[in-house]
T-cell receptor
Framework: GAVVSQHPSWVICKSGTSVKIECRSL??????MFWYRQFPKQSLMLMAT?????????EQGVEKDKFLINHASLTLSTLTVTSAHPEDSSFYIC?????????????FGNGTRLTVT | GDSVTQMEGPVTLSEEAFLTINCTYT??????LFWYVQYPGEGLQLLLK?????DKGSNKGFEATYRKETTSFHLEKGSVQVSDSAVYFC???????????FGAGTTVTVRA
């Protein structure tokens, strides 16, 4: 079945540094990937829609200069949290839609737990 | 580990039919439960949630009740519309954590 690999699964970084999270579709092509953020005990919040070869579409209230998204290939999207602060600590999860199967279910990565100290 | 099992699809219905999507969970603690919906080509949206036993979440005519005794959170809608065609995901998060665990998703198609 379709697999989405997200790396790293957890990361601890110091305040002011940047962290890159990768989302890869391992056995399928994904023109569109989505990035979500989850706060403790709450549901997911969609941050942005990442389209291969074009700029990401950010949801209202999400700082595009802070959360840089790059979707350079059909199998890889990256989320970079720039100048991280403790309030950026959260669980980040990506998901992907298979190219040419827009109505198929999303495939989720296992998520990345970011802790900023 | 913590997991969610939901009924396999696809499910095809006629307009105004009754929809039920079963969801059961396994968790070591006391999870919050969610239903998410994915419309064609779009990302996830939260449909409804319940945070403790016997809570009922509801939205857009959909309902789900948190049943601790049967570890279930079945999604229901009394009269579906074509616009309800989507993929529905059941999910849980433990009270002492914030990592969501998703079911595999159930594709629902409503025909006019």
């Amino acid at each position: 079945g379709a697999v989405v690999s997200q790396h790293p699964s957890w990361v601890i970084c110091k305040s002011g540094t940047s962290v890159k999270i990768e989302c890869r579709s391992l056995d399928f092509q994904a023109t569109t990937m989505f990035w979500y953020r989850q706060f403790p005990k709450q549901s997911l919040m969609l941050m942005a829609t990442s389209n291969e070869g074009s700029k990401a579409t950010y949801e209202q209230g999400v700082e595009k200069d802070k959360f840089l998204i790059n979707h350079a290939s059909l199998t890889l999207s990256t989320l970079t949290v720039t100048s991280a602060h403790p309030e950026d600590s959260s669980f980040y999860i990506c998901s992907a839609i298979r190219t040419a199967h827009p109505n198929s279910p999303l495939h989720f990565g296992n998520g990345t737990r970011l802790t900023v100290t | 580990g913590d997991s969610v099992t939901q009924m396999e699809g696809p499910v095809t219905l006629s307009e105004e039919a009754f929809l039920t999507i079963n969801c059961t969970y396994t968790a070591t603690g006391y999870p919050s439960l969610f239903w998410y919906v994915q419309y064609p080509g779009e990302g996830l949206q939260l449909l409804l949630k319940a945070t403790k036993a016997d809570d009922k979440g509801s939205n857009k005519g959909f309902e789900a009740t948190y049943r601790k005794e049967t570890t279930s959170f079945h999604l229901e809608k009394g009269s579906v519309q074509v616009s309800d065609s989507a993929v529905y995901f059941c999910a849980l998060v433990l009270s002492n954590d914030y990592k969501l665990s998703f079911g595999a998703g159930t594709t629902v198609t409503v025909r006019a």
